[in-house]
């Protein structure tokens, strides 16, 4: 039985109660414990600058050329917290409340009422780190909304915020590098965790510039690794964002929690081309203003300023009254593919709806959308050629964030003793669907909050033998990477890496992405264990294994997302019901709206490794809803 180590008494207490019974470090003692956290984006820049600062002895690991470059630094619309300071009728409840119901009722509470509290705190101290956050004419901090609530509780930086907040955090990482307490390690990519005597104690990591193989012991690991989005090869994450690091600890024995929740943005440029790599993301803070709107009339192909208003449909108005163009995500995304299917889509494919700003262009004047918006249409401009001041912007539903990720308990511990995981690579608090605005929020709330208490008490109160690299563990696991490696290296075939993730990507999407069913899914799983068998004989890497080779690091990185494919479709089988992002097309209200099944599926589901193309075994962690009463979503 999983145990989420969910402390006692009113939910409201819960955190105080915990970080009061929680062991301390004694100042003078911190030196002496060494602390690896991988991944520098806002969760682990964020936790290395802040355990640096406690005085811990800090290894920072990241694929990067430097922190700066992590995938954080995307993030366009905003980062939410309840301060209420517009007087909105916002609180720390309201904020808990949203995002448990956001979640479609498969988040743990008490971890979600900590984030609403903690939401507070994130902005104070960015605000003291000197974080731009756009402001009022008056100084005062300036927010907006986001979809699934009806407060303004976003705050912002333009279309920049992920990016000031990463420099927020990098400069107080770069304090404790200057200061000695961290030591960065650059363009070194983690392949595998070592676990001495049941506790996880290093990693390996291969040195992407001499691809050297080396290990590093501590006296614990974070892994704040991002998330696997790019499992479906078309997303809006960074080319570079991969599972490795999570996927190679489930290896080890880390559960994997809910690998299906994955998030399906419903304001992306349209792909236009196959042969693109990757696609972009236009900010849900676009829906604040703009109206997305696709024709009445089906196969209608005049210009969109030629459709007079009475011949449009602007279907999440006339759908969901309540919440208009900011329902979440996943019931916008799953709105726009169905007028889509229904022959009304917009664009070159048809894949396409319009997202338009003349009326608040005509509201509030071409400035204040420009002083608000203006970086993103510039983006807009860039990648299609057109103005979106003048015609509309055509965006599609694609692949951005992923809820599933390591299981971890109230303590961001992993099933694993002393492996800590954080931000998006942690099943997180977002449940089946995360709403906008909350993953810098829960990034930052990981690394800035949590770890910098819960870190502390493992190591207070866990007893640690002293190991260093000499460990027959390291030399074993160090062993397993090299000859891993060697092996893709020796195939010598006729496919690229990218050749097989594009094919995974596509069976992804098509059997796993917005839409599940029960006979797409089994399509896929007998699909995937081909596609890998071929992928193990068929492979071709140029170059060799002690360079500089990006096709023998993407090649690494696909051979996990062809195991972590498997486990999305067994999960995403598995749950009948649907719930948030997850929509099986076999459970669904007369509405089209997706349909839970609580009595059966309110519970995490946290799968165990067994081996390649072996079933993996199911463990269920129940969720309980007492402060927020299960009920059938509606926005309307
Ligand atoms: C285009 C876009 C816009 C977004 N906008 C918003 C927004 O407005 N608001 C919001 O709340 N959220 C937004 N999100 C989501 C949010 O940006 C991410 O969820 C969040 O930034 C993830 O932060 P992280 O620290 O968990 O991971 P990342 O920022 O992805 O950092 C991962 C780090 O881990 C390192 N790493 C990974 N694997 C390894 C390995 N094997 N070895 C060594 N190092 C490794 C990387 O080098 C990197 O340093 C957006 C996402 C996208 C894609």
Redesign the pocket.
Known sequence: MLDARIPSGPIEQQWDKCRLEMKLVNPANRRKHSIIV????????AAAATLGQQGYTVQC????DT?R????????????AAKNYRNDGDSIFRLFKDTVKGGDFRAREANVYRLAQISNNIIDQCVAQGVPFAREYGGLLDTRSFGGVQVSRTF?ARGQ??QQL?LGAYQALEEQLAAGTVKMHIR????DVVIVNGKARGIV?RNLVTGEIECHAADLVVL????Y?NVFYF????K???C??IW?AHRRGALFGNPCFTQIHPTCIPLSSEHQSKL??M???LRNDGRIWVPKKKGDTRAANDIPENERDYYLERRYPGFGNLVPRDVASRNAKDVCDEGRGVGPHGQGVYLDFADAIHRLGLETVRERYGNLFDIYERITGEDAYTVPMRIFPAP??TMGGLWVDYHLMSTIPGLFV????NFSDHGANRL????????LAD?YFILPSVVPDYLASTTLDPVDTSHAAFTATKTEVADRIKALVAIKGKRSPDSFQRELGKLMWDECGMARSDAGLRKALARIPELREEFWHNLSIVGGDEELNQALENANRVSDFLELAELMCIDALDRTESCGGHFRVESQTPDGEAKRDDANFSFVSAWEWKGVGQAPVLNKEPLVFEHVPLAQRSYK
């Open positions: 991988v991944g520098a984006g806002l969760a682990g820049a690991f990241s694929y990067h922190p470059r992590a995938h954080s630094i995307a993030a366009q619309g905003g980062i939410n912002y915020t992920g990463l070194s990519e983690l392949l990591t704040a690794t991002g998330g989005s997303s809006t994450n960074a570079a964002c991969n490795t690091a190679r972009t993301l900010s849900e803070s951005h964030y954080a931000g998006e690579a906008g605005a909350s993953a810098l929020m829960q990034g690394g």
